[in-house]
C-alpha cells in the first residue's frame, strides 16, 4: 500500500477558527442599495437592514409583551403587584437579545468577509455594551436613541482613535488598542452612570 501524503495547510482538513464567507454570502448586504457621497461608498443594505431592526424593536417594547419586559426590568416589585411573572420575562427578554445578537453576528460577518468561530460570539458583547452606555443608557433605563448616538461615538472614536495609536506606539497593536479603548470607554461610562 502506498503511503498517503501529508495534508497541507489550507487543504480544508484539521479545525479552523475562522472561515472565509468568499463567493457564499460574502458582502451581500454592503453591495445592496450601495451610494457614494463625496467619493466615500456607503452600505445601503446594511444601514437599510440596522434602521429597520431598530424599528421592530422600537415597535416591540410597544406591545404588550414590551411593555411587561420594561415593567418587570424598571421595578421588580411593581411586576409582581401588577401580577407580571419576574421568571417569565427575563426568559422572553434572553430569547429576544440572544435572537437579536445572531442577527448581528451573521450581519457583522458578511460585512467583514469572514465567519470568526470561537472568539467572535465570546467578544461580541463588549461592543455593544461600550457603545449603548457611551450613548447615554443606563442600568435602568436603554433607548433606540441611545443605541444610534452610541454606536456613532464609538465607531468615531474607534476609527479616529486607532490611527493616532498606531503613530504613537510603533508597532502593529491594533487589537490591543482596540480593546483598551472600548474597555476604557465601558468603565468611563458606568463611572458617569451614578451622577446622571
Known amino acids: 500500500m502506498a503511503p498517503q501524503p501529508h495534508p497541507r495547510a489550507g487543504?480544508?482538513?484539521?479545525?479552523?477558527?475562522?472561515l472565509s464567507l468568499g463567493g457564499i454570502y460574502d458582502k451581500v448586504l454592503d453591495r445592496w442599495l450601495t451610494f457614494t457621497v463625496s467619493g466615500v461608498r456607503i452600505p445601503g443594505?446594511?444601514?437599510?437592514v440596522f434602521g429597520a431592526l431598530c424599528f421592530l424593536v422600537w415597535l416591540f417594547f410597544r406591545t404588550r409583551m414590551g411593555i411587561t419586559i420594561a415593567a418587570a426590568r424598571s421595578s421588580t416589585r411593581f411586576a409582581r403587584a401588577a401580577g407580571i411573572s419576574d421568571?417569565?420575562?427575563?426568559?422572553?427578554?434572553t430569547v429576544l437579545s440572544t435572537v437579536l445578537a445572531a442577527i448581528g453576528?451573521?450581519?457583522?460577518?458578511?460585512?467583514?468577509?469572514?465567519?470568526?468561530?470561537?472568539?467572535?460570539?465570546?467578544?461580541?458583547?463588549?461592543?455593544?455594551?461600550?457603545?449603548i452606555l457611551i450613548g447615554g443608557a443606563s442600568v435602568t433605563r436603554a433607548t433606540i436613541g441611545h443605541v444610534l448616538v452610541g454606536t456613532f461615538l464609538f465607531q468615531s472614536i474607534l476609527t479616529v482613535a486607532l490611527p493616532v495609536t498606531s503613530q504613537v506606539i510603533q508597532g502593529d497593536i491594533s487589537e490591543t488598542?482596540?480593546?483598551?479603548?472600548?474597555?476604557?470607554?465601558?468603565?468611563?461610562?458606568?463611572?458617569?452612570i451614578g451622577r446622571t
Open 105 to 131: 453576528i451573521v450581519v457583522f460577518s458578511q460585512s467583514y468577509g469572514f465567519v470568526q468561530l470561537y472568539t467572535a460570539p465570546l467578544l461580541m458583547a463588549f461592543p455593544a455594551i461600550a457603545c
Open 45 to 48: 443594505g446594511t444601514l437599510v
Open 177 to 192: 488598542a482596540r480593546l483598551i479603548i472600548q474597555n476604557g470607554m465601558i468603565l468611563y461610562a458606568l463611572t458617569r
Open 11 to 18: 487543504d480544508g482538513r484539521g479545525l479552523r477558527t475562522t
Open 87 to 93: 421568571e417569565r420575562t427575563r426568559v422572553q427578554a
